[in-house]
Nanobody, 122 residues
Framework: VQLQACGGGLVQAGNSLRLSCAAS????????MGWFRQAPGKEREFVAG????????EYADSVKGRFTISRDDTKDMVLLQMSSVKPEDTAVYYC????????????????WGEGTLVTVSS
């Protein structure tokens, strides 16, 4: 599976932004998908994850209630709707695929996409 994330950019605090990740490969629907982010000088961290058939969804506490992850298996895409963004959301965001949902939050990732930079201005 190859992953390509896009949608990053400069956004003002309080506004919204949507990231998308397009996947190639016939087995996309069988993977749990997720988003991670890495801010300057910090380690990469889990943001949100969604299992196959969207049966399970989980968010980091820092984004809960503001971000929404979804997937469209007909288009092999996973989305991250970011609302009420804050300057601390500034980071490079990475799309990820994992064999099992339980592996996602642990960072046990099978495929990583290239990152897309999100910058939130105050």
């Amino acid at each position: 599976v190859q992953l390509q994330a896009c949608g990053g950019g400069l956004v003002q605090a309080g506004n919204s932004l949507r990231l998308s990740c397009a996947a190639s490969g016939r087995t996309f629907s069988s993977y749990s998908m997720g988003w991670f982010r890495q801010a300057p000088g910090k380690e990469r961290e889990f943001v949100a994850g969604i299992s196959g058939r969207s049966a399970y969804i989980e968010y980091a506490d820092s984004v809960k209630g503001r971000f929404t992850i979804s997937r469209d298996d007909t288009k092999d895409m996973v989305l991250l709707q970011m609302s009420s963004v804050k300057p601390e959301d500034t980071a490079v965001y990475y799309c990820a695929a994992s064999a099992y949902f339980s592996y996602m939050k642990e960072g046990r990732i099978r495929y990583w996409g290239e990152g897309t930079l999100v910058t939130v201005s105050s």
